[in-house]
């Protein structure tokens, strides 16, 4: 079940925040924004406005994508003003446990009580934040990531007192608006951040013993399995490699490592059920016939290849481009 929703806010109008509203304002909702003050407000409108016909002009946002946003989003002045008569609020300030509950007690006591409220917070647990939201079940992370105009998925997380029926309604309208909702357990990091900042973790690790430079390491990560991320996840990842074949290189590292690379148990109880991949057509992910499996064989190379193009269309980044360059490929 999901609730009908019309008008929108976001409260926090920064990089973030203006990014998340230029979106919900592309999806068809009547957004208004609002920031730290009034002038801050209509500082940022003008910006969001200028940003939204520049990422227009460079072919980012379809034809027509300003025009709408200039219909759809609107200044609303102050939070409480702003957030009078939503349906859906969504608060994105500074990453900062205070800072979000002052925001959200302001929004949950201007909002009407039938008002879904989200936090875009990337690492703070949901129900750190819940307290100072009044009718809670309304109440659920939805984080965006940076930059919001571009990034399709969104992670939910809900509390123990949070609706089916927000949840429901948060997830329609992300996909209204392009974007993918996929809901996690409310733990510090959730998802997203736990597995990026692991990776961050092992670079460092690798760069501080000397097994390569950051160059090297930034190179490998890109063009390599970093570079099938975008079609696939990790999971399906190694249903694909062979999941016997994950398991025996883990023990590799569980020699080298201990137990910071110990192999997972997830992956011994499949290889142990007998599911070893798409090789014998029994993975993770699923369960593959001979058909489907060439069909996904067909798909991962096309996708390869076009992002091979792509990346050599697009060339290096202009910042820290020997980082990037495609000459090392």
Known sequence: MTKEISRVAVVGAGYMGGGIAQSLALGGYSVMIADADEAKTKESLKRLLKEAQEFEDQGLYPKGATRQISKGLTDGGTIENAVADADFVEEAVFELPDVKKDVLSRISSAAPDYAIIGT???TIPVHILEPAVKNPERFLTVHFSNPAPFIPGVELVASKETSAEAVSTVKGILERCGRLGAQ?????????????????????NVVEE????????????????????????????????????????????????GERLKTPQLLVDAVESGRLGIKNGKGLTGDFDESEKQELIAYRNEAYAKMRDLVHEMGPAP?????SSTTSE
């Open 120 to 122: 875009n917070t990337s």
């Open 184 to 204: 996690v357990a409310d733990t510090p990091g959730m998802v997203l951040n736990r597995l990026q900042y692991a990776l961050l973790k092992e670079a460092c």
């Open 210 to 257: 000397g097994v390569a430079t950051m160059e090297d390491v930034d190179i490998i990560v890109r063009t390599t399995f970093g570079f099938r991320l975008g079609f696939f996840g990790p999971f399906a990842i190694a249903d694909q490699a062979g999941l016997d074949v994950y398991v025996n290189c883990f023990k590799t590292f569980e020699s080298a490592y």
């Open 319 to 323: 910042a820290g481009s020997r980082f």
